[in-house]
């Protein structure tokens, strides 16, 4: 089958862009033809809250067309798009929607591509972590120009169907990234990174941001530290707010020996060593439709300790696969202890379950279906 994917791709970094990266190889490696039609500028520098939107180290594409064509902002650019996509004669357009922002020039590119082509939407969030009052109007201008779209949670599709239950769609969780390599051994990825072999390791991983409550983790993991010294936290992840908040907590400077804070994003290469160091991956979300990092601890086969909200506990079962608490850093901790309390080898064979079942091979067979 002939395909385009729109969206994000290399050099820009992130989840939508690793998703997409992941989608095209396994489409390309299950027979498909794809061409990605990427953004030549995605977010003017102004706006985007990061230190960078790209990727500091080179990538080879060896049998993937990544153009790079699309300005955001540039709605004359908007008909080069669509002219290209329709040369190229494709009989399914697949496209990605994760910010209302964005969706103007999606929603554009799809009603001007040919009718026949069969258009589906990858979409990541039905509300965006940021308010913006125009969302509802812009994501059901986006779902009139699909002929079906995919989310990763239930969460996520029932947000949707509230707004249009005219359109079809399906739920499918988020598949476990193979990009990262396989899982190492622990004392081998703690020697990588200078940690103690000795010491129990709970970690935050990804962008830091205000709705993903490392507030509450700092303060749960001050409560734990009460009853163990043998614990220590890692926080691996860029901010894209001040970062100073944190630190000037009392619990984060109470506990500051004991405290591990990688302020920058993570190179694709590392991310297995973190993985394989930590001993638990913890969510303390206040909000979220769902997450990459889920995905990710499955796939490093780690258990996790999640807030029930959003669509970000879906995939987890309470004391067989990880621990669902609510948003506050009591229960917090006394989940992540609960957690370091059991018996691993029992959670691992549950985890190894979901990670069959959350694998690319079912998602493609889902997406096309």
């Known amino acids: 089958m002939k395909i385009i994917l729109l969206g994000p791709f290399y050099p820009y970094r992130g989840g939508i862009s690793d998703t997409n990266e992941e989608l095209v190889k396994r489409l390309i490696e299950s027979g498909h033809s794809v061409n990605v039609i990427n953004f030549k500028m995605l977010y003017p520098k102004y706006i985007f809250?990061?230190?960078?939107?790209?990727?500091?180290?080179?990538?080879?594409?060896?049998?993937?067309?990544?153009?790079?064509?699309?300005?955001?902002?540039?709605?004359?650019?908007?008909?080069?798009?669509?002219?290209?996509?329709?040369?190229?004669?494709?009989?399914?357009l697949?496209?990605?929607?994760?910010?209302?922002?964005?969706?103007?020039c999606i929603s554009y590119i799809n009603s001007g591509v040919s009718k026949k082509v069969k258009k589906i939407g990858l979409i990541h969030n039905a509300k965006p972590h940021e308010k913006s009052y125009l969302n509802s109007f812009l994501l059901n201008r986006y779902l009139d120009r699909l002929d079906k779209y995919i989310t990763f949670s239930l969460n996520v599709k029932k947000n949707i169907q509230e707004l249009n239950s005219k359109i079809v769609g399906k739920s499918v969780f988020l598949p476990t990234p193979n990009k990262y390599g396989c899982p190492i051994e622990s004392n081998k990825a703690?020697?990588?990174?200078?940690?103690?072999?000795?010491?129990?390791?709970?970690?935050?991983?990804?962008?830091?941001?205000?709705?993903?409550?490392?507030?509450?983790?700092?303060?749960?993991?001050?409560?734990l530290k009460k009853n163990s010294e043998s614990i220590e936290l890692?926080?691996?992840?860029?901010?894209?707010?001040?970062?100073?908040?944190?630190?000037?907590?009392?619990?984060?400077?109470?506990?500051?020996?004991?405290?591990?804070?990688?302020n920058k994003f993570v190179d694709e290469k590392m991310?297995?060593?973190?993985?394989?160091?930590?001993?638990?991956?913890?969510?303390?979300?206040?909000?979220?439709?769902?997450?990459?990092?889920?995905?990710?601890?499955?796939?490093?086969?780690?258990?996790?300790?999640?807030?029930?909200?959003?669509?970000?506990?879906e995939k987890i079962d309470h004391k067989k696969n990880g621990f669902v608490c609510e948003a506050n850093y009591n229960d917090i901790?006394?989940?992540?202890?609960?957690?370091?309390?059991?018996?691993?080898?029992?959670?691992?064979?549950?985890?190894?379950?979901?990670?069959?079942?959350?694998?690319?091979?079912?998602?493609?067979?889902?997406l096309l279906d």
Do not use: C
Request: proline content about 3%.
């Open 271 to 313: 991310v297995k060593y973190w993985f394989s160091a930590a001993d638990l991956i913890v969510q303390p979300y206040t909000s979220s439709s769902q997450s990459g990092i889920t995905s990710m601890a499955i796939h490093f086969e780690k258990m996790i300790v999640t807030t029930n909200v959003g669509g970000i506990s």
């Open 94 to 104: 697949i496209s990605s929607y994760w910010t209302p922002f964005i969706s103007i």
């Open 190 to 223: 703690k020697r990588k990174l200078g940690l103690s072999q000795n010491i129990t390791y709970i970690m935050f991983f990804g962008i830091i941001r205000p709705y993903k409550g490392l507030d509450l983790l700092i303060k749960a993991f001050n409560k």
């Open 234 to 262: 890692l926080i691996v992840g860029e901010n894209y707010e001040s970062i100073k908040k944190y630190k000037n907590m009392s619990e984060f400077v109470k506990n500051i020996d004991s405290i591990h804070l990688l």
């Open 49 to 92: 809250p990061g230190k960078t939107q790209f990727f500091q180290e080179k990538k080879e594409f060896n049998n993937i067309r990544n153009q790079r064509l699309i300005n955001s902002f540039n709605f004359f650019n908007w008909n080069n798009v669509i002219k290209k996509i329709n040369d190229f004669d494709p009989e399914l």
């Open 333 to 366: 901790a006394e989940k992540i202890n609960d957690a370091l309390k059991s018996e691993r080898k029992s959670f691992v064979k549950n985890i190894r379950k979901s990670k069959k079942e959350m694998s690319w091979k079912n998602f493609i067979k889902a």
